[in-house]
């Protein structure tokens, strides 16, 4: 098992995701910190990209205002060197396929591995195409982790044998940004999953509240929030990094309270 696998071993794995550089370079830094401090087991650090294809308007925003502040390939990496120097959280980046691509993925895992950065998500990788990026990713221990959708079908048994350090389930069709309810085979979507593989589940797409984080957190060993952190940022620019703190101390004390709703359902 991957060192990210062992994060979800005790406890449910709460994954906030931030768009690198939005809206500059040190709030970035300070984001992540806070979301660490908060409580987050993971950091999502999203690459901008031009045609983030899976992405809804507020992450696209995001996109724009890290584009505006001169977001580069190597500008990332510098972000995630402030970053270690402050905190070891770990670190998986979102990333469509054209950026290691094109920054070679050799080059480009190798200075994951540097800053320790645990694993990529790449939302248009698909199945078949795992073998292009999967053995140097192999070599230099960073997970490539894959998703799950509500229509992978038959191809779930495929992705579930192959996947390392977390798998990425879907909680719905469309792009990401809020939602108010979820497809509702999700709960079926999961135990489907881990039929197949032991490595650890979690949901993302539209969860927006402490509550929905706490329901999915239920049905999968972690979840996923983006759009909702991208929002506080975009509200608060460079003030945003206490109210990103205080969500994350929310969303943390909420998936993590089996005692709690057990004495409720009392
Ligand atoms: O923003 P949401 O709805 O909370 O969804 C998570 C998400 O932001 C993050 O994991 C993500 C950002 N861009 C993506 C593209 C594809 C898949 C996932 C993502």
């Given at each position: 098992m991957s060192n990210l696998s062992d994060i979800f071993k005790n406890k449910k794995a709460f994954i906030p995701f931030v768009v690198a550089d939005d809206p500059d370079f040190d709030t970035t830094v300070k984001n992540v910190v806070s979301l660490a401090n908060g409580g987050a087991d993971i950091v999502e650090l999203g690459i901008p990209?031009?045609?983030?294809?899976?992405?809804?308007?507020v992450i696209q925003a995001a996109d724009l205002r890290a584009f505006k502040a001169g977001i580069t390939t190597d500008k990332v990496f510098e972000i995630v060197e402030a970053v270690r120097k402050l905190t070891d959280v770990p670190i998986v980046f979102l990333t469509y396929l054209n950026i290691p691509f094109k920054y070679g993925f050799n080059r480009f895992l190798k200075r994951c591995s540097e800053l320790n950065v645990s694993g990529l998500v790449i939302p248009d990788l698909p199945l078949e195409s795992r073998d292009e990026i999967v053995p140097t990713a192999n070599q230099y221990g960073i997970d490539i982790i894959p998703l799950v959708t509500p229509t992978s079908g038959n191809r779930i048994k495929k992705i579930a044998e192959a996947a390392t350090g977390f798998i990425y389930v879907v909680s719905?069709?469309?792009?990401?940004g809020q939602r108010?309810?979820?497809?509702?085979g999700i709960q079926e979507l999961v135990a489907e999953i881990r039929k197949y593989t032991n490595v650890p589940t979690a949901i993302g797409f539209g969860v927006h509240t402490p509550e929905q984080a706490a329901q999915m957190a239920e049905i999968a060993d972690g979840v996923i929030i983006g759009s909702a952190i991208v929002d506080i940022i975009d509200k608060h620019g460079i003030s945003a990094p206490e109210q990103v703190n205080r969500f994350a101390v929310s969303v943390s004390e909420s998936i993590n309270q089996e005692g709690t709703k057990a004495a409720k359902a009392v």
């Open positions: 990209f031009s045609d983030p294809v899976a992405d809804g308007p719905s069709m469309g792009i990401t108010d309810s979820f497809y509702s």
